[in-house]
């Protein structure tokens, strides 16, 4: 029996190896190459000739194609990697000749269904694995998109990713002369030797095999990779798609892959030409001819009745532009069922694009002036190239006549004013709180520092955070605030934001800086851990103003009073002390006294501790600054267009008073908050104070005297 047991065992144990000890490929095409040769999922597809096609051109499709079985890349004794090579062909034909979306990979994974995102993941990975070791997944990225977020070098680059998008080392193909997104055959060898721990990618046009590899990557996979691991390649495409092919691939482990013939392999299809047989005109009677031409004069003329006349430079701007009919389309023609809200800047609907159906919103912006409009749209088609994950993604943009239509993700749960000010139905606890304040910090400090130029945001309060649909913290309407400075007159110059967020220096100096931003941040730390606004009309006189009244609670060493009491008293007690006091910190009125955002992140992150001794954030007695000197430097600028009411619809006076065209109350309520567009010149004018008083301090709207604004000191 003992006997037999052995037998079996060894049996057992002989069986095992055996199975698994595939340890090369050669495919020369995927003609009849079935499930068992090759495992496909997401849009993957063999097509008719055997050419495996990753994706096709649509919108944010992901395609995977792995060998079967995993492959043992490891000694089981000594857990050394060994030494592999593949060579393979593939083509990436965009649907613009220009413009790629996204690109492939060469992916070595523990697994043939990878749980990622498309775009610029590329299938091999989403938000939250980035960069986890415990991915274990290796990749050789072709990418045709260059994206910031990844440090991605420019649009058509090879690069080798370890756990990470974030390419450890990245070559640029433009440098051996080749295009990517060329919508040729490109071959491509990857080779990774053992024993001096390195591995080489080498491109060419063609089968011979240059000397010199485009990209050498000192690395010793042994801890990277498991035991066994699947290799194959994943595909993706983000807003813009290109079509990405597999002509042929073989691969080899301790040994030189069996070269491809570029000849044997499959042939890309040919792109569709329409061909209109000539047979037609000599068998359709001129009755059918007279119809027809009748028939398409008839859709010409609804054509250019309907048509937005696009501009040259429009074109120029490239890739983000929709077409207004398919805006129209998504957003059901614009109805009032489908309004997510009014902003200061115009009306946001929610919409599905009609071809990828992603759920969008779309902000109608309106614009009258042209002047303006061309910069201001380049400002915007370069500020969508900005990729954060705190961000609201910019997707793409439509001009019709004047309207700006501006494409942004749908952010599932709405802004953060909604869960925070006035009853709100669903209260956040203070972990999703700190989350979210963390996640603004961290797109701040990406548009102060992450960018090739600084980016100012102008506009940061809670209705510009949005929450996606896990909550995240997610800041909109970046760069906006830029289309109301592009004056027509260059000697103006416009503030813009909202009371109460508002640096003091702001309206003075008329310039935004980093640290307008941050002054804005502070206002926002403090309403979310107040639960309520900046400035509360509804609030007595002496919590009117919220810093002034977390700083006397702070005097008094009874901060945690002005907590909101809607938090049920659970919370963080150290990120609430830091939250409160990075506030009071962030909301100096002197910019140098406030922390830049870097160091916010560093206070949040809890790396370095909040100092003790803050500093009233409003000034001392002897040096009275805040919101009289505030007021009063309002005053001095020059108000006379403005103030004189009945000129509010002259052609001069560029359309960004928009939000001032309406009465000066029409501000006030609402959110109960105040977004004001300010024009300073240098000319003088008396009228101007009292029209800021109108503005600013309406007795009966505030319920305090208007000299209850001041900051007491
Ligand atoms: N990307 C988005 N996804 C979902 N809802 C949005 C989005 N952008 C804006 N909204 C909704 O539209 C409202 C108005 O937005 P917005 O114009 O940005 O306001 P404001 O100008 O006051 O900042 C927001 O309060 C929000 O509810
Ligand atoms: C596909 O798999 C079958 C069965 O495993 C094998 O016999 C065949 O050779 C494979 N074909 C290719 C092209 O590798
Ligand atoms: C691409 O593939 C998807 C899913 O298979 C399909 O819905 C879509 O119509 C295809 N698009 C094109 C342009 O062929
Ligand atoms: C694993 O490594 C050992 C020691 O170097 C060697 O003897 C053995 O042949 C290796 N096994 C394989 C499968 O290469
Ligand atoms: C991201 O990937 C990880 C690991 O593959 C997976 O567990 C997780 O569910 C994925 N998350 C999302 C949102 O897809
Ligand atoms: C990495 O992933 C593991 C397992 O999925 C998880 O427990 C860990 O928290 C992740 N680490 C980071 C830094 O996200
Ligand atoms: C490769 O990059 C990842 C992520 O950036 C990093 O964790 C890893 O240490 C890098 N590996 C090497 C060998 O540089
Ligand atoms: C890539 O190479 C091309 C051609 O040599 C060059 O024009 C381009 O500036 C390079 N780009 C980068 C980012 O190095
Ligand atoms: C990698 O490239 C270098 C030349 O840059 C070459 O010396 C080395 O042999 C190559 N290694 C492999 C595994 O191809």
Not at 72 to 100: D, W
Not at 335 to 351: M, N, P, S, T
Not at 647 to 673: K, V
Request: hydrophobic letters at 40%; aromatic letters at 10%.
């Amino acid at each position: 029996m003992a006997t037999l047991l052995k037998i079996l065992s060894f049996l057992v144990f002989l069986l095992i190896p055996v199975s698994s000890q595939v340890d090369q490929v050669f495919y020369a095409g995927f003609k009849d190459v079935g499930a068992s040769n090759l495992t496909l999922n997401g849009v993957a597809e063999i097509e008719k000739n055997g050419i495996l096609r990753l994706t096709n051109e649509t919108s944010r499709l992901m395609g995977h194609a792995f060998y079967p079985s995993p492959f043992q890349l490891k000694n089981s004794t000594t857990r050394k990697v060994f030494s592999f090579s593949s060579s393979f062909a593939f083509a990436i034909v965009p649907e613009y000749p220009k413009l790629g979306g996204h690109g492939l990979a060469f992916t070595i994974a523990t697994s043939t269904d990878l749980k990622a995102l498309p775009s610029q993941y590329l299938g091999l990975l989403n938000s939250t694995d980035n960069g986890n070791f415990s991915n274990h997944i290796f990749a050789v990225e072709f990418d045709t998109v260059q994206d910031f977020e990844f440090g991605d070098i420019n649009d058509n680059h090879v690069g080798i990713d370890i756990n990470s998008m974030q390419s450890n080392k990245s070559a640029n193909v433009s440098s051996v002369g080749l295009n990517l997104k060329g919508g040729k055959p490109i071959l491509a060898w990857v080779d990774y030797d053992s024993v001096f721990n390195l591995v080489n990618v080498t491109l060419s046009a063609t089968a011979s095999k240059p000397n010199k590899p485009i990209l050498s990557f000192n690395v010793d996979l042994s801890p990277i990779f498991q035991d066994t691991m699947y290799v194959g390649f994943s595909a993706s495409t983000g807003l813009l798609a290109s079509s990405h092919y597999i002509l042929g691939w073989s691969f080899k482990i301790n040994g030189q892959a069996r070269p491809l013939d570029p000849s044997s392999l499959p042939q890309l299809p040919q792109p569709k030409k329409k061909h209109t047989s000539l047979i037609t005109g000599v068998s359709v009677s001129v009755v059918v001819i007279v119809l027809l031409a009748i028939a398409i004069g008839f859709y010409f003329h609804r054509k250019i009745k309907n048509a937005d006349v696009i501009e040259a430079w429009e074109l120029e701007i490239g890739p983000h532009r929709y077409s207004y009919q398919e805006l129209k389309k998504a957003t059901k023609g614009f109805k009032d069922k489908e309004l997510l809200g009014q902003g200061g800047f115009g009306r946001v609907y929610k919409g599905t694009l009609p071809n990828s159906k992603i759920q969008v919103a779309v902000k109608r912006v309106s614009h009258e002036s042209k002047q303006g409009l061309r910069e201001f749209v380049s400002e915007i088609a370069s500020i969508g190239r900005l990729r954060h994950r705190n961000l609201v993604q910019l997707l793409g943009w439509c001009r019709r006549r004047g309207d700006l239509l501006l494409v942004y993700d749908f952010m599932a749960n709405g802004s953060l004013d909604k869960y925070l000010f006035d009853q709100p139905k669903i209260v956040l606890n203070w972990e999703q709180r700190f989350k979210i304040i963390k996640g603004v910090a961290s797109a701040l400090l990406y548009l102060h520092e992450g960018y090739e130029q600084v980016v100012i945001h102008r506009d940061v309060k809670a209705s510009n955070v949005l929450l996606d649909f896990e909550l995240n913290g997610r800041l909109g309407d970046f760069g906006l605030a830029r289309l109301y400075e592009h004056g027509a007159n260059p000697s103006t110059t416009r503030v813009v934001g909202t009371l109460g967020y508002l640096a003091p220096e702001l309206p003075r100096t008329g310039k935004a800086t980093t640290s307008s931003d941050v002054f804005a941040y502070g206002a926002l730390l403090l309403e979310v851990a107040c639960g309520r606004r900046p400035i509360e009309p509804k609030a007595l006189p002496e919590e009117l103003v919220l810093v002034d009244w977390v700083w006397e609670k702070y005097k008094e060493g009874r901060i945690l009073h002005v907590l909101d009491p809607k938090l049920n008293g659970h919370f963080d007690q150290k990120e609430v002390l830091v939250v409160l006091k990075l506030g009071l910190l962030c909301s100096n009125d002197v910019p140098a006294a406030r922390p830049s955002m870097r160091q916010v992140v560093r206070y949040l992150d809890g790396e370095v501790e909040v100092p003790e001794d803050l500093k009233k954030p409003g000034g001392d007695m002897s040096h009275p600054e805040g919101f009289d000197e505030f007021l009063h430097s309002l005053a001095s600028s020059s108000f006379d267009k403005m103030s004189s009411g009945s000129n509010f619809g002259n052609r001069d006076m560029d359309t960004s008073f928009a939000s001032f065209a309406n009465s000066p109350h029409s501000l006030l309520h609402g959110r109960g908050e105040t977004r004001y567009t300010l024009l300073q010149t240098q000319q003088r004018s008396g009228s101007a104070h009292d029209f800021l008083r109108k503005v600013f301090s309406p007795p009966e709207m505030w319920g305090v005297p208007a000299n209850g604004l001041r900051r007491s000191s």
